[in-house]
């Protein structure tokens, strides 16, 4: 049987978790132009929110997949549908036809983030492990931090279409090094069948539940929905043969609390790197090298937290670095939302964002090894995925109930045309209107992100009451899987 080769497959994984992560928020920057040049304001968050949706939706089905038919196929194909979209994404000519390919797009990174993380569990022992997750939670961190400041300069330098095709080589590259260098004996299960109802379910209710957060008259009737379908999907896993999440799963202290904890830091980091960037061109009238500019602490705190974290974690344990990760996090939420504000030296905010990067950087790695060292190879794909899920869903529901808020104040004022709002955030920053019109649009911007800023702070406090019921844990040295890897490499 041929063997993985685990430095160019590692290779492999990192570049399909960075060119995932990264398409998460390299968006952001860029959408103002994108704005400008398509129309469709009221739609602004929907391009972030379709992509988020459709990978928090699939994690655990295709978390599922990889255990039941390995890790190799779900992958590769993951990453091909993700390459193909993107092509599709740069190429759309009009907002409805972005969102659509966005929601391809994400159904890709469904199988590729979770599957990545949950390889690297497969060959890696724990030791091992710490500081590989650590070094990958850095990749995590740099690609979906440094994406807004990654499209603030291909919108200054090419045109938005570059933000979706600069994916192709990355992906690709990928995609040939896993095809060659990554081999794995499978693990099938006998007649195994997947949870088709289960999935069904879970969709159904992920979707009525972001259209409920959304927080108009229209859509408010979506969350007693959500609520009925959602509560059918947990009996329906209670008693499923092959569950897309095996309920049992939460009956373990580590993975309940981190997975809770994923969902509300998620939703502050995700805030955080769609709506920094917009109060920055939006109401401070920057760049968007600018706006980039800004996240710029973020990705420097988090991969160097997440590099020292994994040190740090044989020796301090997981508790330490969770609880004290999500404080500083919140400590740096709570000094963006108060100091970010028109006319303020904006060296504070860079602070804050600094310490919530490096908070981040701590806990969301530890998090993640946690729950992998928590369980054995025939769940840790599904443990992963679930791990994975509760983040995406919380990013995916703060991003969208902050863009209900930001959307509900722009719109206020029945006088003020939805052109008028769309021009505010076109590269020329509003000059063509009217001072009164000028005025009324950047006081509604800015008093609706400065709701979300609060939003995210009180998402990560939160976070942090959260993490303080984190048990206090032994770490063992768990064997890597029987993947066949040779110890040479």
Known sequence: MRTTHRPFTTLALALSLFVAALEMTVVSTAMPTVVSDLGGIQSYAWVFTAYMLSSTITVPIFGKLADLYGRKPIILFGSALF??????????????????????????AGAMQPIAITIVGDIFTLEQRAKVQGAFSAVW????????????????HLTWHWVFFINIPIGLA?????????????????????????????????????????????????????????????????RAPEPIIPMSLFKIPTIAICSLAGAL??????????????????VLGGSATMAGGMITPMIVGWPLASVIGGRLMLRIGFRPLIVGGLGLATVGTALMALMLKPGAPLLVPQIAMALFGVG????????????????????????????????????????????GVMVTQLMKDPNVPVSAATELLGPEHGRGLSPAVLETLGGALNHGLSINFWIMCSAMAAAFAVGLFFPKVKQSSTP??????PAAH
Do not use: N
């Open 83 to 108: 390459l193909s979209s993107s092509v599709a994404c740069g190429l759309s000519t009009s907002m409805g036809m972005l969102i659509a390919f966005r929601v391809l797009q994400g159904l890709g």
């Open 141 to 156: 961190g740099i690609a979906g931090l440094a994406g807004p400041l990654t499209g603030g300069l291909i919108v200054k």
């Open 174 to 238: 990928s995609m040939a090094l896993l095809s060659v260098f990554f081999h794995e004996e499978l693990k099938r299960k006998a007649r195994a069948r997947l949870d088709f109802a289960g999935a069904g379910l879970l969709s159904a209710g992920v979707v009525a539940l972001l259209f409920g957060v959304q927080g108009s008259g229209r859509t408010l009737f979506a969350l007693p929905v959500a609520a009925v379908l959602l509560t059918a999907f947990v009996f329906v896993e209670l």
């Open 265 to 282: 830091f998620s939703a502050a980091q995700f805030g955080a790197t769609t709506y920094v960037p917009l109060y920055v061109q939006g």
């Open 360 to 403: 981040l950087g701590f806990s969301a790695m530890a998090t993640m090894v946690a729950v992998q060292t928590s369980v054995g190879w025939e769940l840790r794909g599904v443990a992963t995925a679930s791990s994975m899920f509760f983040r995406t869903i919380g990013g995916s529901l703060g991003v969208g109930a902050m863009g």
């Open 480 to 485: 890597a899987s029987t993947v066949d890897v």
